[in-house]
């Protein structure tokens, strides 16, 4: 007997009113509601009430934990200057005498950037140490206890601005004083936020530099009591024995090929256009990369990197294609590897991935955040923002998007995405509306390598969720231009893990 019916359901792309019958996980059947009643037996039946029912959601980019975290810590993306960050800590009350941990500061406006100081920060937390990331997650502010512990790492500042080896130390550092429960806490609080935002599945981009190895298998079975389909990558060349014992899908995600433009540490062709001389940080060089997909391809598992500046993909699909002599095109097709951000790549770069079906799993909110000729990218880069993530060209030529959030980078909003790639803010690089939303749902499966979901059709998993809308666009799709559709009900495998109160 059919598990669910959900009757009078507006689908994307059809006119008219739809059911779907839903047994044993999978869509069993799609058709007009009039032709519904040979479901009528169900355990359930469910009236839509007209609204749309669509594939749920996939975000292709998040850290669980610092999800998480941030979601209950201070929050600093109001801070618009060096004093202002000062203030809202100083305002903080905190819990007894555990660090100050804090997410979200964006310097690239700052007029006061010149005075930051580690010691100031003491003074601002009272005394408590404090870990203070920025938007990019690339660098970070600490007070002087912390500042200790990555004193003569590369990155290092006296004035307590941290980055690259002195980042991932003080990281390191907190992580190791992280207890099980308060990484299970933050990743519960993480994975009910996807639910209530109408997502089943998330790409977790774990990796060494970013947290414990402990935070697999809590992500894994807090995922499964929420209802998610987790797909989780850890960033580390030559972890096979790891990969193998976890059972990961790959050594992907964020294994950086460099860093962020924000941080001013990722790897560019020519100097910053704010800090003449600099050229970010490459981390990998072709060879190292294209030793890592050879043996990741001949192992079976999926291949990535983090990779933002020009120079960074130039050597990254360099690697790629000397992987490719090695191991053959198809496959490399196969493997489905897959890069992170994709934030400049030239013409030349996207014709590699598209030839060897390399997946881009990408942020829009990056481009609405920052992109245009008055924001961070044009600082960092000049005009050469208008070339920045490229949507509309790597999908012309071949290559398939994922988008994610990168969260807690930027919030879990997967229409604000949606949106976001829309609007994009150099027009020759915005997507339609179909486009942009089987990025952010079929184009998320199959990068995770899961071709079961993302499409409304029999035999598909019913990952699902119902949204009521407020307006509709001339074609038919959701007007997202004032109003993104409010989640009602939220389906992983035919079962409801997020409804809206009643």
Sequence with gaps: MTQTLIRDARLLGHEGSWALAIDAGAILWVGADERASAYS???????????????????????????GMALGQLDLTSARSWADLLALVAQHPGQDSSPVIAWGWDDARWPDADLIDAGALAIATRGREAYLARVDGHSALVTPGLLQVARGAEGYR????????????VRARLDAETTNDHRRRAVRAGCEELAGRGVVGFHENAAPHIGSVEEIAIIREVAGEVGLRPTIYWGETGAYALAREHGLPGLAGDLNADGALGSRTAALRTDYRDAPGERGHAYLSETEIADHVTECTRRGLQAGFHCIGDLALDTVAAGLSLAAQRCGLEAIRAARHR??????????????LARLGVHASVQPAFDAAWGGPTQMYADRVGERWRAMNPLRAMVEAGVSLAFGSDSPVTPIDPWGGVA??????????????????AAHTLGGWRAGKDDASGRIAAGQRADLARWEVSAYAEDGNPDLTEHHPRLRQCWSAGRTIWKEPA
């Design 41 to 67: 037996g169900a355990h359930e039946v469910i009236d839509a009430q007209g609204d749309l029912v669509a594939p749920a959601f996939v975000d292709a980019h998040v850290h669980l934990v610092q999800t």
């Design 158 to 169: 006296p004035s307590g601005r941290i980055e690259r080896d002195a980042h991932h130390l």
């Design 339 to 352: 890069l992170e951000h994709v934030e400049m790549p030239s013409d030349s770069v996207i014709a590699v």
């Design 420 to 437: 976001a790639a829309m609007h994009h803010r150099n027009t020759d690089q915005r997507l339609d509306f179909q486009a942009a939303f």
